[in-house]
């Protein structure tokens, strides 16, 4: 399947060329079995990109969104808690897919193989034109403004400093990954150590103002004493922040491939990693409201901070620092994982073929991750990325139902394909009831910014249909890209990663079985129609 939109469009000049490095990178690599993507994900790494990519900065700067739309401090913590039980239902569905279609690129993937190229494509287009790099520059920024603040004690720090620390933080983690893959999983293990460490640190804090009796706003009476009105648009609001508290819960699935026999570590890793998380983000938020009342949590732009200052006396320092050391590793992350979608998307012709391609000793896709850096320091430049993000958020949050949509779709066009996982369908229907009402919530709240949203997307229809669609571009065109191409792979020397001739041969199987089944489909129509005739 991937052949095809690899050699799409190719010249003859330029192809021999960049045939030729990819002859020498094999006969390079015959001793040991060719190059491919190395399995170096084992279960704790698997674990350390689930719950590094969830946790980032917001637990520690800014949860006070659940609370200030739900109203209540109890109310607040059962909507950390329904949101993360909802997490953990549609992971569950991930987890299937991710096993059914063992294909890195996460939902990209499993849209555009159950859904059509059109619907991956899309979904593919808006993560690269905004969600992954506007992502990853905010990320950035927040990891150099806790860096620069002690600096500027008084002041805030300045924006071309921000920013180019923020670049520096990017092009050493790009580095890293496209060094080695083993190093890009210590540097995740090791920053989400941390950062659970520093969460550990708040909760333990938190349980010893219990003990001393600090626990007011966790009496009932206390804990659902309104400070405002309830309001079902509020709740469900509430609800929406919470669930991008949890947002990348699904970011394994982007790196399937390289997993340690993913058959077990996708799905327990899954079972791991948001149960964890939401223990931790309950307790968390358990902690600040022993020490700080709703209204100072409002008021506060840094909570873990307020907090620290309040607990930690001459530690204080402990919280600013675990924010910076979360956000690096928040940043190693994202450019992880959305440099194999990218990746992903090139092997499936809708990307530049280049963005396929791995280094033949390191074994990373190099240039991948180079173009997912590129892009988001381009975003650094821009002083629009928070009303990018605000547009696109609807559009990333829409994807998610559409994916566990294809669960159910799947299950009824393929029913027989095997499932090492197999969940009940309640919990999809579960997920989509709970998706479609924020969704819903969302339309009816902010029409225009989802509107923009849509529109965002839609421009990558005209993109699909002459840049992937359309086969007979002229030649001129093929040659330039031809050019580039083999222009790219000498500079970055990388080639097509060789694949599984398992794979192969499944795929191969699959054609034949749909082949078979459409001459049977024809034959029975040509049958009916004679029937009709005599």
């Given at each position: 399947m991937a052949e095809g939109p690899r050699q799409r469009g190719a010249s003859s000049g330029s192809s021999n060329e960049a045939s030729g490095v990819q002859?020498?990178?094999?006969?390079a690599a015959a001793g040991s079995g060719g190059v491919a993507l190395k399995k170096e994900i084992g279960l704790t790494s698997a674990?350390?990109?689930?719950?590094?990519?969830?946790?980032?900065?917001?637990?520690?700067?800014?949860?006070?969104?659940?609370?200030?739309?739900?109203?209540s401090v109890g109310l607040a913590l059962i909507v950390w808690i329904v949101t993360g039980l909802i997490t953990a239902i549609g992971a569950l569905c991930y987890a299937e897919l991710g096993v059914t279609i063992p294909k890195s690129g996460g939902d990209y993937s499993y849209v555009k193989d159950i859904f059509g190229g059109l619907a991956g494509f899309l979904r593919l287009w808006i993560a690269v034109l905004v969600i992954y790099p506007t992502n990853q520059a905010v990320i950035a920024l927040t990891f150099s403004n806790y860096v620069l603040q002690p600096l500027f004690p008084t002041c805030l720090a300045p924006e071309s400093g921000l920013r180019l620390l923020a670049a520096i933080c990017l092009l050493l983690l790009t580095w890293v990954n496209c060094a080695s893959v083993r190093w890009a999983t210590r540097v995740q293990d090791i920053f989400t150590a941390g950062k659970l460490l520093a969460l550990a640190l708040i909760i333990v804090m938190g349980v010893v103002q219990i003990c001393k009796g600090e626990y007011y706003w966790l009496e009932p009476k206390n804990a659902f004493d309104y400070f405002q009105k309830p309001d079902i648009g509020m709740i469900a609001l509430s609800f929406l922040q919470g669930s991008f508290a949890y947002g990348g819960w699904n970011f394994l699935n982007y790196v399937t491939e390289e997993l340690v026999d993913p058959y077990k570590n996708l799905p327990r890793a899954i079972f791991i990693s948001v149960p964890?998380?939401?223990?931790?983000?309950?307790?968390?938020?358990?902690?600040?409201?022993?020490?700080?009342?709703?209204?100072?949590?409002?008021?506060?732009?840094?909570?873990?901070?307020?907090?620290g200052e309040k607990l930690l006396g001459v530690m204080a320092w402990i919280m600013p620092i675990s924010v910076a050391l979360s956000t690096f590793g928040g940043v190693n992350g994202s450019l992880f994982t959305s440099s194999r979608l990218f990746f992903a998307g090139a092997r499936e012709g809708h990307l530049p073929s280049l963005l396929a391609m791995i280094h033949i000793n390191r074994c990373t896709p190099i240039p991948a991750l180079l173009f997912t850096c590129v892009s988001t320091l381009l975003m650094l430049v821009t002083s629009d990325i928070y009303t990018l993000i605000n547009y696109v958020g609807f559009i990333n949050y829409l994807f998610y139902g559409?994916?566990?949509?294809?669960?159910?779709?799947?299950?009824?066009?393929k029913p027989d394909i095997p499932r090492p996982i197999k969940v009940n369908l309640i919990f999809p229907i579960i997920y989509l009831l709970f998706w479609a009402f924020l969704l819903v919530f969302s339309l009816w709240s902010e029409p225009v910014v989802c509107g923009i949203g849509v529109a965002i997307m839609l421009t990558g229809v005209p993109v699909y249909f002459l840049g992937v669609y359309w086969k007979n571009k002229p030649q001129c065109f093929d040659s330039f890209v031809d050019k580039m191409t083999y222009f790219g792979q000498k500079f970055c020397v990388v080639v097509y990663p060789k694949e599984d001739e398992k794979e192969k041969e499944e795929e191969k199987c699959e054609e034949m079985k749909e082949l078979c089944t459409r001459k049977h489909e024809a034959t029975e129509e040509d049958g009916v129609l004679k029937g009709s005739e005599s």
């Open positions: 002859e020498g990178a094999d006969k674990c350390g990109i689930i719950v590094g990519n969830i946790i980032g900065s917001g637990i520690f700067v800014s949860p006070k969104g659940v609370l200030e739309n739900a109203g964890l998380v939401t223990f931790v983000y309950v307790f968390a938020n358990i902690a600040y409201v022993t020490a700080m009342s709703p209204q100072e949590l409002l008021a506060s732009n840094a909570v873990a901070v307020t907090f559409v994916t566990v949509a294809g669960q159910i779709v799947l299950r009824w066009k």
